[in-house]
DNA sequence: ATAATGATTGGC
DNA sequence: CCAATCATTATT
């Protein structure tokens, strides 16, 4: 038997419950295989959007659209949306088929293609920890990055260009924080509910996701 | 057919 | 703080 923590995730990795699943998606990879080459990056930062009943979720009421149709299919599958006229954002589809739930990434730490992922941001070639996070930060920057547009929509995570490994086990609760998730106001009673998961202290959380930080 | 708006980002 | 920019969605 392979190591469940180890390597590509299996299309049964996919089938627990979203409040298990969207903790064990931290610290778990994010590939993305073009031509050009491999760009990943570690996940730090992630929020989770359930179904009919959640007001923040293109899902809510149970409304099926050509969109969110992906959500109402099997878990391990990609939903890739358009906001804002000029960005793309990047789903893990969770929940058995007929739950429409899904796991936003809104941050990244760069592992591998930094050069690439350069040229897609348009960021110039220059180092330290601070300039490899502005790459990933965000949940439209990942999708920069990592050349992820609407072509990724219903790709399959446990085989196709766009996967998910493991390479470590999961992180502790320990190291694991949460809250509210960011621009969802309109949401309601849901606006408040801390769906919002991260790698706890991490240096590449987005913005908006970093925990303002309090002088001694 | 038309109008409103967004699971964001970057610039001022 | 606010403009950019357009697909998606609801409404007429």
Redesign the pocket.
């Known amino acids: 038997m392979a190591d469940p923590w180890n390597g590509l995730a299996t299309e049964a990795f996919f089938k627990q419950p979203t409040p298990d699943l969207v903790r064990h998606l931290l610290g778990m990879i994010c590939v993305r295989d073009s031509p050009g080459g491999r760009t990943a990056g570690r996940i730090v930062e992630v929020?989770m959007?359930q179904g009919p009943w959640d007001k923040?979720?293109?899902?809510y009421?149970g409304?099926v659209?050509?969109?969110?149709r992906v959500?109402y299919g099997p878990p391990g599958f990609a939903?890739v949306?358009?906001?804002?006229?000029?960005?793309y954002?990047l789903?893990v589809v969770s929940g058995a088929p007929g739950h429409p739930e899904?796991?936003?990434i809104?941050a990244l730490e760069p592992v591998d293609g930094i050069e690439m992922m350069m040229q897609r941001?348009h960021i110039d070639a220059t180092h330290g920890q601070r300039s490899l996070c502005?790459l990933t930060?965000?949940?439209?920057?990942?999708t920069?990055a990592l050349g992820i547009t609407?072509e990724d929509n219903g790709l399959a995570f446990f085989d196709s260009p766009l996967k998910l490994y493991h390479d470590q086990d999961p992180l502790p609760s320990a190291q694991i924080a949460t809250g509210p998730?960011?621009?969802?106001g309109?949401a309601e009673e849901a606006a408040n509910f801390p769906w919002r998961y991260w790698v706890k202290g991490h240096s590449c959380l987005?913005?908006?996701g970093s925990p303002q930080k309090t002088k001694t």
């Open positions: 929020e959007y923040a979720a293109h899902s009421g409304r659209t050509e969109r969110t959500m939903y949306y358009f906001v804002y006229g000029m960005h954002c789903n899904a796991i936003l809104r941001r502005q930060n965000g949940p439209g920057k990942l920069q609407r998730r960011i621009n969802v309109y987005s913005a908006k």
